[in-house]
Each structure stands twice: as C-alpha cells, then as structure tokens.
C-alpha cells in the first residue's frame, strides 16, 4: 500500500513540475510544435552537406536579410535595399567558385553601395550591415560545414546554441530572477543565461565525446564562449528589435517570431568561430583545421 501510495505521490510531483514548467512557458509547445516540424528538415539538409545544405544557408540568409530590412523600414519603401538580395546571390556564387577575392569584392562592393544608394543615411547604413549580417554568416556556415569533420562540427555548433536557447528560455521562466541587462529584453535572466552555458557546455562535450574527439575540455571551454556569444547574438538582436519598436523580425514561425529571432545566436557562434578557426589555422576556407575540435 505505502508503494502505491509512494508511487502517486511520485507521478503527482512528476505532474507538478510539468505543469509548473508549462504555465510558466505558455507558448512551449507551439514553439516545441514548430521545433519538431522544422528542425528535422534543417538537420536532414546539413546532413545532405553540399548543394543541400548551400541551398539551405543561403535562403536562410535571403529570408534573414528580408526580415532585417522589414525592421529597418516598417512600412516604408526603400527600393535600392532590393539590391541586396542581387548581392547575396553573386556572393554564393562567388563562394562555390573559392574565390577569395571575389568573396572579399561582393561583401565590400554590396555593403558600400546599399549605404551610399541610400545617400549614406542612418537607414541606408543599417541596410547595409544588413547585408554584411547575412553575407558573412553565409560564408561561416558554409566553411564550417564543408571543413574537416564538418557535419560534426555543424552538429556541435547546433546542439550549443539549440541548448543554450532551449535551457535559457527554460530556465528563465521558471526560475525568474535577476535580469540580465533588463534595458535591452526585460525578460532575459541570469539565470536564464547561466542554465544556458551549462546545457550548451555539457551538451557540446558530450557530443565529442560520443563523436569519439579527445579534446573533451577544449570542447568543454569552447562551448562555455560560444553559448555566451550566441546570448550576446540575440541581446544584438534584441536590441535592434527595441530601436525600432518591433516585437518580432516577422510571424514565420509559429510560436517563434520569424527566422532571424530564431537564429541570432547562431549567426554569432558561426561567425566567431569561423574567425577564430581562420585565425589560428589561417584557411579561409578550412576554419575546422584550426578549431581543432575533433583531433585525436
């Protein structure tokens, strides 16, 4: 009798803590809804590599650059920002012919006449870094997949920052606290931010470690930096959002806004780890060889 009655008690405070978890997060299973629906799709195209998963970033990448401009310019016209999408384009190209140069000419050329096209204002320079915003995320993307143990990495990369959004909002809304920098996203918490790191840390070692990597405390500390980026990559976007008075970069997703709000913190962690791959290995297009990631 007392098994049974231990037992219940047991499913009751299982069923509290979800119920706790659920009326703290009201929208989690329309945004868990469109995680399953979606995520599948974008992990079957990163695992296809090459045209599928160029294809993939760079729609991506189209639809970020649409959405940003829809921030920029609310209801307004601003008919050179059009030339942007031209840009993006000849930059993917660019980027499948391993052109350095050309890469290097379509990001600077693009970025300089989306700003003076629209006579070197202040909107005319956010459409601009715009541009850049998704033209370099392209190229990060795409050299961290095409690398060595490229899908891993794209994996590693995905689970941190999937984990520090998923232990961030998690952690955030059921524990409350103080506020991580409340003039930016009045909802954002330390302990948000905290359980964030600690998922997308453990999550990042673990991953190398079933990948079989040795470098388990290198996987360790670059999963604490890229989870902390990626949180600095959605306050940026936080931020930009609260500028121009807009809840959401657009009502794509259910549950999640548009595609640029879900993949802010990616954006971030690509493009510091790219940097910091072509820095230490100085290939442009190999940024893994100097991540190092998964040497034995």
């Known amino acids: 009798m007392s098994d049974k009655n231990n037992q219940n008690n047991s499913e009751g405070a299982s069923g509290g803590i979800v119920r706790r978890i659920l009326n703290a997060n009201p929208d989690l299973l329309v945004r868990a809804l469109s995680a399953v629906i979606l995520a599948p799709i974008a992990l079957a195209l990163t ?8 294809g993939l970033v760079l729609v991506g990448m189209l639809i970020v650059y649409w959405e940003w401009c829809s921030i920029i310019l609310r209801d307004a016209q601003r008919p050179a920002a059009l030339a942007g999408y031209a840009f993006l384009l000849f930059l993917g190209y660019a980027y499948l012919q391993a052109e350095p140069l050309w890469i290097a000419g379509v990001l600077i050329a693009g ?9 070197f204002d202040r909107i005319s320079r956010w459409i601009s870094e715009g541009y850049v915003y998704a033209g370099l ?4 993307l795409l050299a961290l997949r095409e690398g060595d143990e490229g899908l891993l990495f794209i994996i ?6 999937w984990g520090t959004d998923v232990a961030a909002y998690i952690c955030g809304r059921s524990f409350g606290g103080p506020k991580l920098w409340p003039a930016v996203s009045p909802n954002k918490t330390w302990s948000g931010a905290i359980g964030g790191v600690v998922l ?3 999550l990042g070692m673990g991953f ?5 990597g040795t470098s388990l405390i290198w996987a ?3 999963a604490v930096v890229l989870s902390a980026v990626s949180q600095l990559g959605d306050l940026f976007e936080s931020s930009m959002k609260r500028r121009f008075k807009v809840k959401d970069s657009s009502r794509l997703i259910p549950g999640h806004g548009g595609l640029l709000d879900r993949v802010d913190g990616l954006v971030a962690a690509a493009v510091f780890s790219y940097v910091i791959g072509v820095v230490l290995g100085r290939q442009l297009f ?3 060889a100097g991540l190092m990631l998964f040497a034995s």
């Open 47 to 54: 695992w296809a590599g090459g045209f599928w998963f160029a």
């Open 156 to 161: 590693y990369l995905f689970l941190v920052v």
């Open 208 to 212: 190398v470690a079933l990948a079989g």
């Open 111 to 119: 970025a300089v006449v989306l700003y003076g096209a629209g006579g």
């Open 286 to 288: 190999n940024p893994n």
């Open 137 to 140: 995320t392209f190229v990060s």
């Open 200 to 202: 997308a840390s453990l």
């Open 220 to 222: 360790f500390g670059l």
